[in-house]
């Protein structure tokens, strides 16, 4: 709870790749709280206050995903709200700002995100989702200690870098700053 809390604050891409793994998490103890207080909460929280107020927010997460269907796949709803955000920068920086860096930052992923999405069969997904997906996949292959190639490491490099982009992009626009959306 805490570790997703300073993510969503510091580094949003962080966070939602956070949530991601742990959505996957509770969907691998079937939504048991007894089993996530003994192995998730337990190990992190050292207060008993605080391990009822980490088991709460675990219970909401539970709630939303059960009642949205989610126990086999998909998003609790904080994290499409973000996926819409980042989704509205990116069209902003690209078409109403034409940010040359970010366009450039596009252009060298394109070919990257579009081999994910197909090889992933995430056609109808939006690239920036896509993104996400391909840097979850990665950090997925690391846990499962999956050699990486170098050809298919600088492949999510180019998605990390325009993820990076929009990240900072993103904090900027949540704190008012915002000079990114000036013409250049």
């Known amino acids: 709870m805490y570790i997703a809390q300073e993510k969503e604050r510091s580094n949003i891409a962080e966070y939602v790749i956070y949530m991601y793994q742990l959505e996957d998490l509770i969907r691998a103890y079937q939504f048991n709280i007894d089993t996530i207080r003994e192995k998730i909460v337990k190990p992190q929280v050292k207060s008993e206050s605080f391990e009822e107020e980490a088991v709460k927010w675990y219970e909401e997460i539970i709630r939303e995903m059960k009642s949205r269907g989610l126990e086999r796949s998909g998003h609790i709803h904080r994290l499409g709200e973000v ?98 959306f000036e013409k250049q």
Not at 97 to 104: I, L, P, S, T
Not at 152 to 163: G, K, S
Request: glycine share 4%; aromatic share 10%.
């Open 83 to 180: 996926m819409t955000e980042m989704i509205y920068l990116h069209n902003t920086l690209l078409n109403v700002v034409e940010d040359k860096k970010y366009k450039d930052l596009l252009e060298a992923a394109e070919d990257n995100i579009e081999a994910f999405r197909q090889k992933s069969d995430l056609k109808d997904m939006h690239l920036v989702e896509v993104c996400f997906r391909a840097l979850y996949m990665k950090f997925l292959m690391r846990l499962q200690q999956k050699e990486i190639g170098a050809e298919t490491e600088n492949a999510f490099d180019t998605m990390r870098i325009l993820l990076a982009y929009l990240t900072k992009g993103y904090h900027q626009m949540k704190t008012g700053d915002m000079s990114m």
